[in-house]
């Protein structure tokens, strides 16, 4: 039988988790002397059972069964390294927190690669008691819009889905958030640092004049 589950990973896992035997088979409902023939090589978990036990350790079931022993059980764990995929078919967002191979509609997707935003892509921030209110100078028809904008902190992600002839607009709890993103069906991914972008009259950092000069001059240049 391969050693596609090597009983290092388990025990490597099961410590770093702070559990027992006793613990990890009583959340797999099997004994802690299976889990115990699993830690030292005598037996192999049943294959219905990696996809449980990589849910208890909560990491993906291809890291558990590299067979390899895990020193992060989540190398993928801060949001801000978060990669965005859309599909130009049917316009599906998705998400992923690490490297991944994102198919649909028969097409491979490529993670977007985020820029600064810019003169086309104005974006304003209101800190409003514990919200960020996003608001980006941007149109919203069925040929040019935002897809969606999300927020990332470095453990949580906020996304929101936008819509033609909606509002190109957003509202975000604070908690942390380092970064925000947005998608423009045309011209791709931006991202912005929300302090740059903030109109925030609490903190003293209040850009709001500048700011409304650029809409205007971005109106004037590009209609």
Same mark, same amino acid.
């Given at each position: 039988?391969?050693?596609?589950?090597?009983?290092?990973?388990?025990?490597? *896992?099961?410590?770093?988790?702070?559990?027992?035997? *006793?613990?990890?088979? =009583?959340? *797999?409902?099997?004994? !802690?002397?299976?889990?115990?023939?699993? /830690?030292?090589?005598?037996? @192999?978990?049943?294959?219905?059972?990696? /996809? &449980?036990?990589?849910?208890?350790?909560?990491?993906?079931?291809? =890291? +558990?069964?590299?067979?390899?022993?895990?020193?992060?059980?989540?190398?993928?764990?801060?949001?801000?390294?978060?990669?965005?995929?859309? %599909?130009?078919?049917?316009?599906?967002?998705? #998400?992923?927190?690490?490297?991944?191979?994102?198919?649909?509609?028969?097409?491979?997707? $490529?993670? +977007?690669?985020?820029?600064?935003?810019?003169?086309? #892509?104005?974006?304003?921030?209101?800190?409003?008691? !514990?919200?960020?209110?996003?608001?980006? !100078?941007? &149109?919203?028809?069925?040929?040019? @819009?935002?897809?969606?904008? $999300?927020?990332?902190? @470095? !453990? /949580?992600?906020?996304?929101?889905?936008? @819509?033609? =002839?909606?509002?190109?607009?957003?509202?975000?709890?604070?908690?942390?958030?380092?970064?925000?993103?947005? %998608? %423009?069906?045309?011209?791709? *991914?931006?991202?912005?640092?929300?302090?740059?972008?903030?109109?925030?009259?609490?903190?003293?950092?209040? #850009?709001?004049? /500048?700011?409304?000069?650029?809409?205007?001059?971005?109106?004037?240049?590009?209609?």
């Amino acid at each position: 039988m391969n050693q596609y589950v090597t009983g290092a990973v388990i025990k490597e *896992l099961r410590e770093k988790n702070r559990m027992t035997q *006793l613990q990890l088979a =009583e959340k *797999l409902g099997v004994s !802690d002397k299976t889990v115990s023939k699993w /830690e030292t090589g005598r037996g @192999y978990p049943d294959v219905t059972l990696l /996809e &449980p036990i990589a849910d208890v350790f909560r990491i993906s079931v291809t =890291e +558990l069964i590299s067979g390899n022993t895990i020193h992060n059980t989540n190398v993928s764990a801060n949001m801000l390294r978060s990669k965005f995929y859309v %599909c130009p078919v049917c316009g599906n967002v998705i #998400h992923s927190m690490g490297e991944s191979e994102i198919h649909c509609h028969g097409l491979r997707l $490529a993670p +977007l690669d985020a820029e600064p935003t810019d003169a086309r #892509h104005i974006v304003m921030i209101e800190h409003v008691e !514990d919200e960020y209110c996003v608001r980006i !100078d941007h &149109p919203m028809t069925k040929e040019h @819009y935002i897809s969606f904008v $999300a927020a990332a902190s @470095y !453990d /949580e992600i906020q996304m929101v889905k936008l @819509y033609p =002839e909606g509002n190109a607009g957003a509202r975000f709890k604070i908690r942390g958030v380092k970064r925000i993103f947005f %998608c %423009c069906n045309r011209d791709g *991914l931006f991202s912005i640092d929300p302090v740059k972008g903030i109109d925030d009259k609490e903190s003293g950092y209040n #850009h709001t004049r /500048e700011r409304r000069e650029l809409e205007q001059a971005a109106a004037m240049l590009f209609g």
